[in-house]
């Protein structure tokens, strides 16, 4: 290839990185519901009782969130059949980030392809949130159902990426799935924004807590050595981290990441 047909590749590939980054200004904010757990999770003031008001206004994402805690890993006896139940079990905090979680996933719209299975891609993600506050819970992190939340939207770039540029998203996912790699090393293959700067930028958009958008941001990252990031939140990005590698690694769900898959 002549220097001129380099440069000029370059210049496209560039152009479409400008152009994928200002595509992100028209994402849509979160559903109110979502918002408003947001609020209640942030006011130390807030209560088990509004979280309940909230969900009832949205009886999609109860009945998600119902499913959820009827799962094996909570094993509440008897099961739950309402909110407030699933309140006495859980609390307050461990509730609000399902809910906000929950309807994070539910803001985007099914990946229907046979390069990428949006259920394989749900997987990875809860094992992620699962493996992170079972390790959080095992260092005695202060909070680890705010780990739970780090762990299962930690790779959402990947969604935002999809719905702002489908073709680009199923690219990366063919590429992986070829040649056994990982999926950032095809983002940079392609000149493409990382899935975990656009998750960060979608996050401070929406408002979520730090932790969550710092997790986003820097989960393939040894963050133990940098000093940009706040030392109280340098702990459960060092969980995700390790959650994610452990999920990739053990092959449960697939994240679009091929990198120990073959």
């Known amino acids: 290839m002549s220097q001129a047909a380099s440069s000029n590749k370059v210049g496209q590939e560039s152009a479409h990185f400008q152009e994928l980054l200002s595509k992100l200004q028209d994402i849509r904010t979160l559903p109110v519901v979502a918002m408003k757990v947001n609020d209640l999770i942030n006011d130390p003031n ?20 119902l499913r959820l805690v009827n799962s094996s890993y909570y094993s509440i006896p008897g099961g739950v059949a309402d909110v407030k139940r699933a ?75 999809h719905e702002i540029d489908p073709q680009s998203f199923l690219k990366i996912v063919t590429e992986t799935q070829r040649h056994g790699s990982s999926y950032i090393d095809v983002e940079r293959q392609l000149d493409l924004p990382s899935h975990s700067y656009i998750g960060e930028i979608i996050a401070t958009k ?15 990252f040894d963050v133990s050595r940098m000093d940009s990031i706040l030392p109280s939140v340098k702990p459960v990005i060092q969980v995700v981290r390790l959650a994610n590698n452990i999920c990739i690694k053990n092959q449960v769900g697939k994240s679009g990441d091929c990198s120990e898959a073959l």
């Open 87 to 161: 309140l006495a079990f859980l609390g307050f905090n461990t509730l609000a980030q399902l809910v906000l979680s929950l309807s994070v996933f539910s803001f985007f719209k099914d990946v229907a392809s046979s390069e990428f299975s949006m259920t394989e891609f749900w997987r990875h993600c809860l094992a992620v949130g699962v493996c992170s506050e079972v390790i959080a819970k095992k260092i005695k992190l202060p909070k680890p159902e705010e780990a739970f939340s780090c762990g299962l939207l930690h790779d959402v770039g990947k969604l935002v990426l």
């Open 46 to 65: 807030s209560s088990s009782g509004e979280i309940a008001e909230l969900l009832k206004k949205d009886l999609v994402l109860t009945a998600k969130i």
């Open 206 to 220: 929406w408002g979520l807590p730090q932790s969550i958008r710092l997790a986003i941001r820097y989960h393939h």
